[in-house]
Structure formats: structure tokens, C-alpha cells
């Protein structure tokens, strides 16, 4: 019996009688290590930082839906400077974002909490302003 060396590195039992009938059922089987693939890779936690950067990327390429899209993902893993971006993405109604004064606050008051200064100045600006439809 042959083994499939992908399915047996990853301790998938897949058994074939020949190499020959193993490229025989390769399109069928192929699927399977797709599957596996899609499956880890929906399991691997994101990295915050490295979603970032990719929203950054983005928006230099002027795609700024996706780019906007990976902010706020960035941003809801915890990123303070794509949770200060969301903010004012929100504050200016950029594309993929309604303003809504709730949120803008909240997503400052997240990044300030971790010591982003730029969140910061935002918020005191709000306080100072006495804008009371954005009131901190």
C-alpha cells in the first residue's frame, strides 16, 4: 500500500495500491487537501499587525474598499493605530463607513487605552471643542 506523503505528514490516512492509482484519483483527492488547507488556515489566529500592513498596502494601491475592510478587521483584533484609522475613517464617512458618533468614540477611546497619542489628541480635540455630538 502507498501512502499520500501530504496526508501522511498531516496524520490523514490516505492509502492507495500503486502510484498509478493514486495519479489516477488525484483530481478527486486534491479536494481533500483543499479542505484540509481551507480548514487550517480558518483556524490560524489572525495577526493584528500583519492585517495592518496589509490595509496599508492596500489603501497605497488606491484600493480602498479592501483597504478599508482590513482596518476594521485590524482594528477589531486589537490594532490601535487601525483602531484610531476606523475612527476617523468613520468621522469622514470614507467607503465601507457611516458615521456614527458611538463608534468613533469608541474606537479612539480603544486606541487611546493603549497609548496610541494620536487617538488621544483626537479625543481631547473632542472634549475641547465642546462638540457635544461627539462628546467624550
Known amino acids: ?5 501530504t496526508c501522511d505528514e498531516h496524520n490523514i490516512k490516505s492509502y492507495y495500491c500503486s502510484k498509478e492509482c493514486q495519479k489516477s484519483n488525484w483530481d478527486e483527492h486534491k479536494k481533500l487537501h483543499k479542505q484540509w488547507k481551507d480548514k487550517r488556515d480558518s483556524s490560524e489566529p489572525k495577526d493584528a499587525a500583519k492585517v495592518y500592513e496589509e490595509a496599508k498596502e492596500l489603501e ?3 484600493e480602498f ?6 482596518f476594521k478587521e485590524a482594528a477589531d483584533l486589537g490594532h490601535p493605530m487601525a483602531q484610531c484609522r476606523v475612527a476617523r475613517y468613520l468621522s469622514c464617512d470614507r467607503p465601507g463607513f457611516t458615521s456614527n458618533n458611538e463608534e ?3 474606537y479612539f477611546r480603544l486606541a ?6 494620536e487617538a ?5 480635540s473632542i472634549v475641547f471643542s ?3 455630538s461627539l462628546s467624550a
Open 1 to 5: 500500500m502507498k501512502k499520500c506523503s
Open 120 to 124: 488621544q489628541a483626537y479625543l481631547g
Open 104 to 106: 468613533i468614540i469608541r
Open 112 to 117: 487611546a487605552d493603549q497609548g496610541c497619542e
Open 65 to 70: 474598499e479592501g483597504a478599508s475592510n482590513k
Open 130 to 132: 465642546g462638540d457635544r
Open 60 to 62: 497605497k494601491k488606491s
